[in-house]
């Protein structure tokens, strides 16, 4: 079944919002891992007026293209990959990073940024990706894109641990500015 884009984004942008930042608006508790039963989930979602089906739920998950959603093994149970602001563990395990890594934001950021570093702020892990397009696509949406390179090579052997979600978003903690470089725009 193909949905039109439309439904497509506003089933995951309803998943995100209630799978990364406000469970308990609908109704739901995340389990360890951030785990919530589907069937949960869309009982929930019914009883509050937004109904899916599960063919459309598998496929925003199979198509989303930030892969933002997972299901475990037994399709049973589903989950947001990362990007919390409530309080969750994903269940990560420290990973050896790439030597670089890339973190879009957008310009009016930079001064901040370059004095404090890369914060998680309200989520539970600084974003960052491998390739400098996505990074480009994540600046635009905070205005005029820039591009920071992170060493973190450098940071891991300072002793910063690196976790690689689900769907490939590298997660730390923080970056301290000496290991950025902005990239020229």
Not at 77 to 88: F, K, P
Not at 114 to 142: D, E, P
């Amino acid at each position: 079944m193909q949905l039109n884009n439309s439904r497509l984004v506003k089933i995951s942008k309803y998943l995100s919002k209630h799978l990364r930042h406000t469970p308990e608006e609908i109704g739901i508790t995340l389990a360890e891992g951030g785990w919530v039963s589907v069937e949960e989930l869309m009982e929930a979602s019914r009883k509050n007026g937004f109904l899916f089906t599960r063919a459309e739920l598998d496929e925003v998950v199979a198509t989303n293209d930030k892969k933002r959603f997972s299901f475990d093994d037994t399709g049973k149970l589903i989950r947001a990959n990362q990007g919390h602001s409530v309080e969750v563990d994903l269940q990560l395990t420290p990973t050896l990073p790439p030597d670089v890594l890339y973190h879009g934001t957008g310009a009016n950021t930079v001064a901040s940024i370059l004095q404090n570093g890369l914060c998680k702020m309200s989520r539970h892990h600084v974003h960052l990706t491998t390739n400098i397009s996505t990074a480009k696509k994540v600046g635009t949406r905070h205005g005029k894109p820039v591009v920071f390179v992170v060493d973190s090579a450098a940071m891991h052997k300072d002793g910063y641990d690196f976790y690689c979600s689900e769907n490939g978003v590298w997660l730390v903690d923080r970056v301290p500015s000496k290991y950025l470089q902005q990239l020229p725009n």
